[in-house]
């Protein structure tokens, strides 16, 4: 089941939110680098980290799972933001160049079906962003956070995923090593620095960017049903089976024509 989308802005309003804003937004700058004139998609809840590309993106719209719910977003302008089910993203086909999937697998009752409609709605050159707990980290551990609940996700298991769905991985990076404490936000930024270098598997988030795949569609043969020629008389029951060796030399002997006498 998803968290509710009032539970996922409460938290994003705390000090432990703040701290993960800072982290996520600065490594999808990172990952993306300028993106003026690029039409982004944001998938799940990830609406705080949209800050800045907002203001530099042609358009931005957020897709918020029916299950979860959907806020008015932004709160300052018109709203960009709707509600679709996870199978049938309401936007066409290769629309959109930047695609940003936070809290969107984890809880996702199909994530395969999920990423196929990300593929489907990400525009050739295109890249997507995809943001969960990591398996090994300290967050995927503790329900007092949204990324504790659901499924987390090793970097093979979440690269295998993608696979599947058609999506290439090109890249990956951690985040959040802060510990999932109300308390120790506030030093949020010193054990981003600290842990990345000491213990780097032990951050709570994942971050992989995957391109689009696309393939050339092969025509396929079509089948022909061929009749195999049924003998004209049954073997008689009982009968002792006949070897077809001999009756090789005895078929040719027929065949062949006859001798003139001299």
Request: hydrophobic fraction near 45%.
């Amino acid at each position: 089941m998803r968290r509710d989308v009032l539970e996922l802005r409460r938290f994003y309003a705390s000090d432990l939110g703040w701290a993960a804003r800072a982290m996520v937004e600065r490594k999808i700058a990172e990952a993306w680098g300028d993106v003026t004139g690029l039409d982004v998609l944001i998938v799940g809840y990830g609406t705080p980290f949209a800050g800045d590309l907002r203001l530099r993106a042609r358009r931005v719209v957020a897709a918020m799972p029916a299950q979860q719910g959907v806020e008015v977003w932004p709160a300052d302008g018109r709203n960009l933001s709707t509600l679709t089910p996870e199978d049938s993203l309401p936007f066409p086909n290769a629309l959109f160049d930047r695609i940003l999937l936070v809290h969107g697998l984890e809880e996702s009752g199909d994530p395969v079906t999920l990423l196929r409609e990300v593929w489907r709605v990400l525009a050739p050159s295109g890249r997507v962003v995809v943001t969960v707990a990591s398996r090994n980290g300290l967050w995927a551990n503790t329900e007092k956070t949204p990324f504790g609940h659901g499924r987390p996700y090793t970097r093979s298991q979440l690269a295998e995923l993608l696979r599947e769905a058609d999506l290439e991985p090109s890249g990956w990076t951690r985040a959040l090593y802060v510990p999932p404490v109300g308390w120790m936000a506030r030093w949020a930024e010193a054990f981003e620095q600290t842990g990345s270098r000491l213990w780097p598997g032990f951050a709570g988030l994942l971050l992989m960017e995957a391109v689009k795949q696309t393939f050339a569609v092969k025509p396929q043969g079509q089948r022909a049903r061929i009749r195999a020629a049924r003998p004209v008389l049954a073997p008689a029951p009982g009968a002792a089976p006949v070897s077809r060796a001999p009756e090789l030399p005895v078929l040719r002997e027929r065949l062949a024509p006859p001798r003139r006498r001299s």
